[in-house]
């Protein structure tokens, strides 16, 4: 599994992928996601993220028991954000395992949620 | 003849909902703006999400909620304050801030007996003057503890 706030050796920022599930948006470790593809309707929707309201597009990222899709609205492209902007999830608050932690991102009006793809595969049970 | 001085103990004072709440003035270090906040997945209904401040991670505790008083909404005058226990920092929701009193010891009521689960959280009771409404003081280290004792054992 990658760690979504592990930068890669000798480097200080990491890309993220920005998505949006219905009206929130989230961010992920940019190098776990293999592609973006069409949904299906068996791809992984998590509730406690939000419902998506079309869900027409799926990230897709690779697990131990094969690919893992998640249906997600938009995808609003990939930057390099600064290691020093990212946080993990204060462990105080047990916030579901796939939200590892939140970007600090100055662009963004609030801190976004950033997902491990991995972590949200396991939590649904299936890919 | 000299007075003798009466021991105080200085609370910050604010209203959230219906509740007019203190906290010793030692476990809070500022107050902000409530701003927007990020929702968690899975969390208990008390924490309203978090939000970033000077670069650290606040999650944002709903008094009302985590006392069983109601739920708090959070609108363009709505602040924060910074409360700290040990090592362990969160945003708690208030609708006004009242501001810092300096309270008597001798003038704190014990909490009611056979209150409700709120009172096992309160220091205790403060009758305020006229016509205003008592203020029941926290015991925040104590309610944060439990806070994250009942996040973590769901």
Same mark, same amino acid.
């Given at each position: 599994?990658?760690d979504? /706030?592990a ?12 998505f949006?599930i219905?009206?929130?948006?989230y961010?992920?470790?940019?190098? $776990?996601?293999l592609?973006?593809?069409r949904? /299906? ?8 993220? !939000?419902l998506?309201?079309? !869900?027409?597009r ?8 094969g690919?893992?899709? /998640? ?5 609003n492209?990939?930057?390099?954000? #600064? ?5 993990r ?11 590892? !932690?939140?970007? /600090?991102?100055? $662009?963004a #009006? ?7 793809l991995?972590?949200t595969?396991?939590? $649904?049970g299936?890919h | 003849?000299?007075?003798?001085a009466?021991p ?8 959230? %909902?219906?509740?007019?709440?203190g906290?010793?003035?030692?476990n809070?270090?500022?107050?902000? +703006? ?24 606040l999650?944002?505790?709903?008094l ?5 008083? %109601?739920?708090?909404? @959070?609108?363009p ?6 409360g ?6 969160a %945003? &708690? &929701? ?6 810092l ?6 003038? @704190?009521?014990?909490p009611p007996l056979?209150?409700?689960a709120?009172?096992?959280h ?6 305020a003057? %006229?016509?205003?409404?008592a @203020?029941?003081?926290?015991?925040f ?12 054992? +769901?």
């Amino acid at each position: 599994m990658n760690d979504v /706030l592990a930068p890669e050796p000798g480097t200080d920022e990491v890309d993220i992928l920005f998505f949006l599930i219905g009206d929130a948006l989230y961010g992920t470790d940019a190098s $776990q996601v293999l592609r973006i593809d069409r949904s /299906l309707p068996e791809d992984i929707t998590l509730p406690d993220l !939000g419902l998506p309201h079309r !869900g027409l597009r799926a990230l897709v990222f690779d697990t131990p028991e094969g690919e893992g899709h /998640l249906k997600v609205d938009a995808v609003n492209g990939v930057r390099s954000i #600064p290691v020093a902007a990212l946080r993990r999830m204060p462990a105080a608050v047990a916030a579901a395992p796939y939200a590892v !932690g939140v970007c /600090l991102d100055e $662009q963004a #009006p609030r801190p976004v949620l950033l997902i491990d793809l991995v972590e949200t595969a396991k939590t $649904q049970g299936r890919h | 003849m000299a007075t003798q001085a009466r021991p105080e103990q200085e609370f910050f004072c604010f209203r959230v %909902g219906d509740l007019r709440l203190g906290v010793p003035s030692e476990n809070v270090l500022e107050v902000l +703006r409530a701003g927007l906040l990020t929702p968690l997945p899975r969390t208990p209904s008390f924490v309203m999400g978090v939000t970033g401040h000077r670069g650290v991670v606040l999650p944002v505790v709903d008094l009302l909620r985590f006392l069983s008083k %109601g739920e708090a909404r @959070i609108g363009p005058r709505t602040r924060l304050f910074v409360g700290v226990s040990g090592s362990f920092v969160a %945003g &708690v &929701v208030a609708d006004t801030v009242l501001g810092l009193r300096r309270i008597p010891v001798s003038d @704190i009521l014990p909490p009611p007996l056979g209150g409700d689960a709120a009172a096992e959280h309160l220091l205790g009771v403060v009758q305020a003057s %006229g016509t205003q409404e008592a @203020i029941n003081l926290l015991n925040f280290t104590k309610l944060l503890q439990t806070a994250r004792q009942r996040a973590v054992a +769901r």
